[in-house]
């Protein structure tokens, strides 16, 4: 499976939506599943799903589906070359 269809995954099963919710328009906060129990859910998700560790100061970086692809990218998650 690939990086971004592990990441979207992540979404799906952290967060417990439909996969077709999933995409660049969602932030934290504008959908109900995506609330503070929702996001630690989702930070532990992407831990384990991508055997990264993520520091405070990044989980408050970590806002929307793009800036989780950033995010990840830093932390050298390939989703362009995989």
Same mark, same amino acid.
């Given at each position: 499976?690939?990086?971004?269809?592990?990441?979207?995954?992540?979404?799906?099963?952290?967060?417990?939506?439909? &996969?077709?919710?999933?995409?660049?328009? +969602?932030?934290?906060?504008?959908? %109900? /599943?995506? =609330? @503070?129990?929702?996001?630690?859910?989702?930070?532990?998700?992407? &831990?384990?799903?991508?055997?990264?560790? +993520?520091?405070?100061?990044?989980? %408050? /970086?970590? =806002? @929307?589906?793009?800036?989780?692809?950033?995010?990840?990218?830093?932390?050298?998650?390939?989703?362009?070359?995989?």
């Amino acid at each position: 499976m690939k990086n971004i269809e592990k990441y979207k995954n992540a979404f799906v099963e952290a967060l417990e939506i439909e &996969e077709d919710e999933v995409g660049e328009g +969602l932030v934290l906060g504008e959908t %109900s /599943e995506w =609330d @503070s129990l929702g996001h630690m859910i989702l930070i532990s998700t992407m &831990e384990e799903t991508f055997d990264v560790s +993520l520091d405070a100061e990044w989980m %408050s /970086e970590f =806002d @929307s589906y793009q800036s989780g692809l950033k995010l990840l990218d830093r932390l050298g998650v390939d989703f362009v070359n995989e």
